[in-house]
């Protein structure tokens, strides 16, 4: 992210939520599936029930076809504002950092950021957004499980509130965090660099890459990595969110889960996961860097129309 032009917030904004409803609405199948997954003990595995193949059999058949876009509602209701937020705090960050290492470097036409504030911006605001939205999380998670059986969006949070009040909406919040933030700093770390050496390459061999092509390959490499790595925490916090009596804190739950299920009981659904965050991270990042530049191009013609 290494441009010096400024669209508007407002633009950021936009851009964020179009590649985050885009990118919720196709790839909801895959979430909600991994949220199967996780919600059972590795044991059930042994009896045919963890499979993909067997759950996405089991969701079809008891709901159709339609059933696995469960949860597609809340899903948009934390994926929309969600990314939105996300990338208005990352473009905000972005323009601090840069100008901070303009004047440490005394580089006042420095335009590309370093390695290290790449991972800071991207953590940072991944945490701020993520915690603005758990309650989204937290219903997101609960409506894709077979565990709750809530009516409706306003059903579930009466329900939430009569059993846990306010806390009950930011259960699993630390693992989110812990999870979110090292997964957008190393994503936006790696997304940086490779997008870098693919322009480097392409213009050593005198090769002309499409952006979007550069963008898509990407944020695909980057999303597999950055998944990997953070693939406990995610099951940490989906245990967490769907079974708080049994799961009651960070510690206790990588215990549990490591005691019960040995270090195999961390990856469970990771193939989906992998799956969906390298295909949704190069479509939300490739989305939203077309809206900006489509807007920066339509900004810079507007002036040459108006002086024909």
């Known amino acids: 992210?290494?441009?010096?032009?400024?669209?508007?917030?407002?633009?950021?904004?936009?851009?964020?939520?179009?590649s985050g409803v885009t990118s919720c609405v196709l790839l909801q199948p895959f979430d909600l599936v991994k949220t199967r997954l996780q919600?059972?003990?590795?044991?059930?595995?042994?009896?045919?029930?963890?499979?993909?193949?067997?759950?996405?059999?089991?969701?079809?058949s008891s709901?159709?076809?339609?059933?696995?876009?469960?949860?597609?509602l809340p899903s948009l209701i934390r994926n929309?504002?969600?990314?939105?937020?996300?990338?208005?705090?990352?473009?905000?960050?972005?323009?601090?950092?840069?100008?901070?290492?303009?004047?440490?470097?005394?580089?006042?036409?420095?335009?590309r950021l370093s390695p290290t504030s790449n991972m800071v911006i991207g953590a940072s605001s991944r945490a701020v957004a993520g915690f603005?939205?758990?309650?989204?999380?937290?219903?997101?998670?609960?409506?894709?499980?077979s565990l709750y059986k809530h009516a409706g969006i306003a059903g579930a949070v009466r329900n939430i509130w009569r059993s846990s009040g306010v806390r009950g909406f930011f259960v699993g919040a630390v693992p989110t965090a812990i999870r979110?933030?090292?997964y957008a700093g190393l994503y936006l770390l790696l997304y940086e660099a490779i997008k870098h050496q693919e322009r480097t390459i392409a213009k050593q061999r005198n090769v002309l890459v499409p952006e979007t092509a550069v963008t898509m390959v990407a944020g695909v490499a980057?999303?597999?990595a950055a998944s990997y790595i953070t693939q406990p925490f995610d099951m940490v916090k989906t245990r967490m969110q769907l079974r708080p009596r049994e799961y009651?804190?960070?510690?206790?739950?990588f215990a549990k889960i490591y005691s019960e299920e040995t270090i195999r009981g961390f990856f469970r659904g990771i193939s989906l996961r992998v799956l969906r965050k390298g295909v949704q991270a190069s479509l939300v990042f490739t989305l939203y860097e077309w809206v900006l530049r489509s807007t920066s191009s339509r900004e810079e013609s507007s002036p040459a129309k108006l002086r024909a």
Request: aromatic share 6%; hydrophobic share 35%; glycine share 12%.
């Open 1 to 18: 992210m290494g441009t010096d032009k400024k669209p508007g917030s407002i633009v950021h904004l936009g851009a964020g939520a179009l």
């Open 39 to 60: 919600q059972t003990q590795l044991q059930t595995h042994a009896r045919g029930m963890g499979t993909i193949a067997n759950t996405v059999q089991s969701i079809v």
């Open 63 to 72: 709901s159709g076809v339609r059933g696995l876009w469960r949860g597609t």
């Open 80 to 111: 929309a504002p969600g990314t939105s937020l996300y990338f208005y705090f990352l473009n905000h960050t972005k323009h601090m950092c840069l100008a901070t290492e303009r004047r440490l470097t005394n580089d006042a036409t420095r335009t």
């Open 132 to 145: 603005l939205l758990m309650p989204g999380t937290i219903l997101k998670v609960q409506f894709e499980s």
């Open 180 to 182: 979110d933030a090292p």
């Open 222 to 224: 980057a999303g597999l």
């Open 248 to 253: 009651t804190s960070v510690a206790q739950s």
